[in-house]
């Protein structure tokens, strides 16, 4: 089912792409670095330094289906990404990124809110991307992809006294391809991705407890754009689906065992790009929304402990500076 979705997408893509080849021609102009499609040529550096402000809520459900409580989550991230390329078609690349604060409310149904906060690296990830294809000699360019993150950081939730950490709590792997066109006044590009998320350990500080998550696998269709208005301003839209598996949790000090049933996550992003020195320094206004599918917590054992969230978005605003070395 996923790959006949993937493989219509892709169709739609190279469709839409090709026309545009047949009206506008292949672009042998420079890589644009806020294009969809960017890959850094042979010795440039290429980093995207940016802040991002996201906020998010859902209401909680208990095994009655009676709503017992919601919950308000803001951070604030600063992020960092560079690239470099070995050779006109081959890149690597290094993501990092710092939550300066991230403050979640729980707000009970007739209780006192409490609210426990967060902060701290990200795990980082190591990535690189092959182009199979250029456009400049063939009709679309076609890449591939590979990123890893390690466990760099201990997961530890938030108490009263001591924040938390924003880790992961265990390894990545990101399996991806693109395919698209640069055109003269548009680019479109189509994205799949394979998540693997290993078992990953989340320690509760408030009990002392242990969580492990089995590993799993999810997955992401894609589809960004970018319009090019003139030489100077330019608009990205985008949009993206993640599918999420259900995956196993296991509490090492209780022994209690549940099915965590995450929802499925749709995105849609835009940005808005000024380039004040051509094609070497862009600023980006940027916006992304996630819908989230209602996503529950089973326990086989103990269905009173049965949860749902249900009604959770998030609304992510920040802005990005691309640069790229001569």
Known sequence: MLSKKFLALAAASAAISTQAFAQDMASDGPRII???????????????????YGSSSQDIFDSTGTKSASTDVHFNQMSQTILYGITDDLAVSFDWANDLSRDATRHPVGGTDVTRSSSGWTDPEFGLTYRVMDQRESPLTFDVRANYSPDA??????????????????????????????????????????????????????SGDTNRTDSQWNY????????????????????GHTFTNTATVFNLTTGLEHFSQGGDVTDVDA????????????ASLEYQHNFYQNSRNLFPTSPADNTSIRNKDEDLVGVTLRYVTP
């Open 34 to 52: 806020s294009d969809p499609l960017y890959l850094p040529l042979q010795g440039q550096f290429f980093g995207a330094t940016g802040y991002t």
């Open 153 to 206: 950081f201990p997961a530890k939730t938030a108490t009263a006294d001591d924040e938390g950490t924003v880790a992961r709590g265990g390894q990545m792997v990101d399996l991806g391809a693109t395919l698209g066109h640069e055109g003269p006044m548009f680019t479109v590009a189509a994205k799949v991705d394979a998540l693997w998320l290993d078992t990953r350990d989340v320690l509760n500080r408030s």
């Open 220 to 239: 992401r269709l894609g589809l960004d754009t970018q319009t090019r208005l003139n030489d100077v301003v330019s608009f990205n839209v985008g949009a």
């Open 271 to 282: 940005a808005l790009n000024y380039q004040f020195v051509p094609n070497t320094l862009v």
